[in-house]
């Protein structure tokens, strides 16, 4: 994703330099083959999606998501093409430098505006313009997807004082249009303990 005009003037904090980012995408192939012949009985493609966006401007997060999308869209829609690729799942992960206030208990929510005031910073949005993206282009939130769920998604910044979820991992069937019910669907969703980086990673058991 590189940089754009306008991109520096995207939200309300100073900044002398925006850095380009990486929307890096990828096909699996999980068919499963008949032991007899080596014949492929069941062919299954999964596209997976990574990123990291920019850590200082929701408007700009939001613009480089709306730009990963398109691209998985341009990608879906090739006619040149097998018509199968367009009907695999996608998963979304990577650090969205983004949270939301209903992903949060109430002193966690605390917590997040108190260190906003210390910093001196306006207040934090409640919602996300990246997740709302998501949402809106067919993808669903995995910790949510998994039927027996915490009531809140654990924070996974930072290690040494873990405040928010802003590391995310977003699922769709088939985007657009969805299939009539889920072909892909969130058995595990959880939080890693390590402390390899400043941010706790995140994994999800899948069930295709």
Same mark, same amino acid.
């Given at each position: 994703l590189e940089t754009q005009e306008g991109d520096m003037n995207l939200g309300s904090q100073e900044r002398s330099f925006v850095d380009p980012r990486a929307f890096s995408m990828a096909t699996i192939n999980l068919s499963s083959s008949n032991k007899d012949d080596d014949s492929v009985v069941e062919e299954q493609l999964v596209g997976? /999606? /990574?990123?990291? @966006?920019? =850590?200082? $401007?929701?408007? @700009?997060?939001e613009k480089q998501m709306q730009r990963g999308l398109a691209e998985i869209m341009a990608s879906t829609n090739d006619k040149t093409k %097998? *018509? %199968?690729l367009a009907k695999m799942p996608w &998963?979304? /992960?990577?650090? @969205?430098?983004?949270?939301? %206030? $209903?992903? /949060? *208990? *109430?002193?966690?929510? %605390?917590?997040? &505006?108190?260190?906003y005031e210390e910093n001196n910073w306006s207040s934090p949005p409640e919602t996300s313009l990246v997740l709302k993206a998501l949402e809106n282009g067919g993808f669903r939130d995995a910790f949510y997807d998994v039927h027996n769920h915490k009531v809140h998604p654990d924070p996974t910044c930072w290690t040494h004082k873990p405040l928010m979820r802003i590391d995310h991992m977003w699922i769709s069937d088939d985007p657009p249009p969805n299939h009539e019910k889920p072909v892909m669907t969130v058995t595990q969703y959880e939080r890693f303990e390590s402390k390899a980086s400043d =941010?706790?990673?995140?994994w999800i058991d899948l069930e295709i």
């Open positions: 997976i /999606c /990574c990123t990291h @966006l920019d =850590h200082k $401007s929701e408007e @700009l997060r %097998k *018509s %199968k &998963v979304i /992960c990577g650090d @969205l430098n983004t949270f939301q %206030k $209903s992903d /949060c *208990s *109430s002193d966690g929510w %605390k917590a997040i &505006v108190n260190m =941010h706790f990673p995140i």
